[in-house]
């Protein structure tokens, strides 16, 4: 029997080995991020034992999730998950999963091997014949660059531990790729006229839109529309709903960052929303572009900071640390945005933003 284990751990990790392997082949290319997403799971499904999956890009800051992509599941479903979402305090939910400081985790371990206390599960995975959840966070370096379901047949039992720990390691790796595809390149371009409206009816279906709107929605979905909105559309609406901010960045294909803000046309929750693009704004822009260099969330602090022309004794006193360690912090992100000092530092970021807006 000890020999059979140890020959199986050593299988598993064999297979580990050569599907992280794979992995690294396809990140390492650089595709964009749709094709980055179907080649990992591609890579993964034998794995992972997974049967559906649904990927999404993020707005970096928030983490509000941007886009959609599914081969294998009925993205009008995806309405119904923003629905629970908002809605309900469920497990497993991403930013549950962000708090306890891990990339992945799975609905069967979070509830003790009762996925039915989820609230998701009953509504929408069971009726749909999936049996267990495995989500994952593409957070990397500070940025929270995008996430995935991965959901698995009701009859093949729940994702065990050893999935969930590659779920983990890989998730990582993802979220390093997608990071590099947002540093600033100055390769963005103007989309359209913005800003642009849309309307959205009670039930969020697109109802209404501008010239302008309607190639924003060419340029954000590819074809992949739900109820004719695309996911930051639905995402906003669903949000300015329910009382909260309802305001997400998301880039276009050409690079440049948007922003897509909703607000209630009639204040009420059961009435139609508009949702307001625009191009995003330097001060809405310098945290993606400190983000995209993987600088920490203090570092990030600490850069701002600077920006805003504050001494090394002023930050020192705002954050509550000593000048010896915002000197060490300014350091590190001159490193890792290839300046030199505040100066360089600045004008990068106004390079950075004009870019965006070329």
């Known amino acids: 029997m000890r020999g059979q284990y140890a020959s199986g751990v050593v299988a598993r990790r064999d297979v580990e080995r050569r599907t992280l392997g794979e992995l690294d082949d396809v990140l390492r290319a650089g595709p964009p991020a749709e094709d980055l997403f179907r080649e990992s799971g591609r890579v993964l499904t034998a794995a992972l034992g997974f049967d559906a999956v649904c990927w999404h890009l993020n707005d970096p800051v928030t983490g509000l999730v941007s886009t959609v992509q599914s081969d294998e599941l009925d993205l009008s479903g995806f309405a119904l998950a923003i629905e629970l979402a908002t809605a309900f305090d469920d497990v497993t939910t991403f930013d549950k999963i ?81 990071r590099d595809l947002h540093v600033p390149d100055g390769s963005g371009a103007e989309l359209a006229t913005l800003p642009a409206v849309a309307v959205l009816g009670p039930d969020n279906a697109l109802v209404a839109v501008d010239e302008g709107a309607e190639s924003v929605i060419a340029d954000l979905t590819a074809g992949a529309t739900v109820r004719g909105a695309p996911a930051p559309f639905l995402v906003v609406a669903h949000r300015a709903r329910q009382g909260l901010p309802a305001k997400t960045r998301v880039r276009t294909s050409a ?33 993606v572009v400190l983000v995209s260099y993987g600088l920490t969330a203090r570092e990030q602090e600490v850069a701002l900071h600077a920006v805003r022309g504050h001494t090394t004794a002023r930050i020192a006193r705002l954050l509550g640390v000593a000048q010896v360690t915002v000197q060490d912090h300014l350091k590190s992100i001159f490193a890792k945005t290839g300046t030199r000092s505040r100066r360089e530092l600045v004008a990068h970021l106004i390079t950075a933003n004009l870019a965006q807006h070329r």
């Open 98 to 178: 962000r708090g306890s400081g891990e990339l992945a985790d799975t609905i069967s371990r979070a509830t003790g091997g009762r996925p039915q206390v989820s609230v998701r599960y009953r509504e929408q995975l069971r009726p749909l014949g999936y049996g267990d959840e495995l989500r994952a966070n593409f957070d990397a370096q500070g940025g929270l660059w995008g996430c995935a379901a991965f959901l698995r047949d009701e009859g093949r039992g729940h994702f065990r531990p050893e999935e969930l720990r590659l779920a983990r390691v890989a998730a990582r790796r993802i979220g390093v790729a997608l």
């Open 255 to 287: 690079g440049t960052w948007l922003v897509a803000h909703a607000s209630l046309l009639e204040r009420r929750a059961d009435g139609p929303v508009a949702v307001v693009v625009t191009e995003a704004t330097p001060a809405e822009l310098v945290p």
